[in-house]
C-alpha cells in the first residue's frame, strides 16, 4: 500500500466557483470567527489559514481535525451570509490516494472461458459491504500474473483517509467473494 496526498492538516470543503471567490474575498474574518467557533467547542485546532482551487477550499489548521471539528467547520461554512447553502457539498478531513492489490483471484470465471472484467470487478465492489464508504479513484485494473496461468491481480486506487485506516482493513480480508461472485 502507498499514499500520497495532500496535508492531515486540511479540511476540504468543495464549492462553487461564486462561492469559493465570496470566501476568500473574506477569508481572514472567515478565519477569525470559525476559530471563536472552535474555541467555544473547547477544540484543540485552531484554523491558521484558508487555500483555495478550482474546486474547493482547503483549511489548514495547527493539528489534525477530529469529525466534531469537522462538524464545526462544515456548520460555519453553510451559516455564513455569504454562502449559498444549497452549494455546499459535504465536507471531509484530506484524502489520499491508495494503491490496493487484490491477489489470487481467478483470472477466467467459473465454470468458463470468460476473462475476469473491469465491469464485473467493479459491479461486485458495488454490491460488496467491505467496500462501503470507499470512492474508487479509477477503473481496477486486472493483470494475469503468468502466461499459463489462470490467477490474476487486481489493482484498485481509492480514496482514503490520510492515516489509512479504511484501506489498512483490507489488508487481511478473504478473497473468496470474488469467485463466489461467479459460481
Given at each position: 500500500?502507498?499514499?500520497?496526498?495532500?496535508?492531515?492538516?486540511?479540511?476540504?470543503?468543495?464549492?462553487?466557483?461564486?462561492?469559493?471567490?465570496?470566501?476568500?474575498?473574506?477569508?481572514?474574518?472567515?478565519?477569525?470567527?470559525?476559530?471563536?467557533?472552535?474555541?467555544?467547542?473547547?477544540?484543540?485546532?485552531?484554523?491558521?489559514?484558508?487555500?483555495?482551487?478550482?474546486?474547493?477550499?482547503?483549511?489548514v489548521?495547527?493539528?489534525?481535525?477530529t469529525?466534531?471539528?469537522?462538524?464545526?467547520?462544515e456548520?460555519?461554512?453553510?451559516?455564513?451570509?455569504?454562502?449559498?447553502?444549497?452549494?455546499?457539498?459535504?465536507?471531509?478531513?484530506?484524502?489520499?490516494?491508495?494503491?490496493?492489490?487484490?491477489?489470487?483471484?481467478?483470472?477466467?470465471?467459473?465454470?468458463?472461458?470468460?476473462?475476469?472484467?473491469?465491469?464485473v470487478?467493479?459491479?461486485?465492489?458495488?454490491?460488496?459491504h467491505?467496500?462501503?464508504?470507499?470512492?474508487?479513484?479509477?477503473?481496477?485494473?486486472?493483470?494475469?500474473?503468468?502466461?499459463?496461468?489462470?490467477?490474476?491481480?487486481?489493482?484498485?486506487?481509492?480514496?482514503?483517509?490520510?492515516?489509512?485506516?479504511?484501506?489498512?482493513?483490507?489488508?487481511?480480508?478473504?478473497?473468496?467473494?470474488?469467485?463466489?461472485?461467479?459460481?
Amino acid at each position: 500500500m502507498m499514499t500520497k496526498g495532500s496535508s492531515k492538516k486540511q479540511v476540504i470543503i468543495p464549492l462553487s466557483l461564486k462561492n469559493r471567490n465570496k470566501f476568500m474575498e473574506s477569508s481572514s474574518s472567515h478565519i477569525t470567527y470559525l476559530n471563536k467557533m472552535l474555541k467555544s467547542i473547547k477544540s484543540e485546532i485552531m484554523a491558521d489559514f484558508v487555500q483555495s482551487d478550482h474546486t474547493r477550499i482547503m483549511i489548514v489548521t495547527n493539528k489534525v481535525a477530529t469529525s466534531l471539528d469537522l462538524q464545526t467547520i462544515e456548520k460555519y461554512i453553510k451559516e455564513t451570509y455569504q454562502i449559498n447553502l444549497e452549494k455546499v457539498k459535504a465536507s471531509r478531513l484530506s484524502q489520499s490516494k491508495s494503491y490496493l492489490n487484490i491477489i489470487g483471484i481467478l483470472h477466467l470465471l467459473k465454470h468458463t472461458n470468460t476473462p475476469i472484467s473491469v465491469d464485473v470487478v467493479e459491479t461486485i465492489i458495488k454490491n460488496n459491504h467491505i467496500f462501503n464508504n470507499i470512492a474508487i479513484v479509477f477503473r481496477p485494473r486486472i493483470i494475469k500474473v503468468f502466461l499459463k496461468s489462470n490467477i490474476a491481480i487486481i489493482w484498485l486506487n481509492i480514496w482514503d483517509i490520510q492515516s489509512g485506516n479504511k484501506t489498512k482493513g483490507f489488508v487481511t480480508i478473504d478473497t473468496s467473494w470474488i469467485q463466489r461472485g461467479h459460481g
